[in-house]
């Protein structure tokens, strides 16, 4: 029985271990691209840790901030502050992937149908997003 205890507690520990050791790949990141509010407008995305901030490149004023979390390849978006109809409850799941200096994001679900629809273009297609610095 103890053996039994010792594996679970060792198992457990392990897998605690690695969420808290999984890399951040957004850290400290900004991204270049495109997003709809309503039309497509030049932004910029700052991420932080736990927070990320849209901006729009033609004047660096605030679009939307929201707080955000890593699970595999989806990034869980909720807004704290910001010009959208959205409101902090309602969460945005997004698949990611970054391929050398491009990120592309994908809409998996949103609560919030509006920016949802601010990630892709008129044919449906996600914007991709170039790395800034």
């Not at 010792?6 to 198992?11: A, D, N």
């Not at 901006?55 to 890593?70: G, Q, R, V």
């Not at 909720?78 to 592309?104: M, R």
């Amino acid at each position: 029985m103890k053996k039994l205890l010792f594996i679970i507690s060792f198992v457990l520990l392990g897998s605690t271990s690695f969420a808290q050791n999984t890399v951040n790949p957004f850290k400290n990141t900004q991204w270049k691209g495109t997003v709809n509010v309503p039309d497509p407008t030049g932004a910029i995305i700052v991420f932080e840790e736990g927070k990320v901030m849209f901006k729009a490149m033609e004047n660096d004023s605030p679009i939307e901030e929201l707080s955000y979390t890593i699970e595999g390849n989806i990034l869980t978006m909720k807004k704290i502050a910001g010009s959208s109809p959205c409101t902090e409850k309602e969460v945005a799941k997004l698949s990611f992937e970054i391929v050398k200096d491009t990120l592309i994001l994908k809409v998996v679900s949103d609560d919030c149908t509006v920016r949802g629809a601010a990630f892709t273009d008129e044919q449906g297609n996600p914007y991709t997003w170039k790395v800034d610095k």
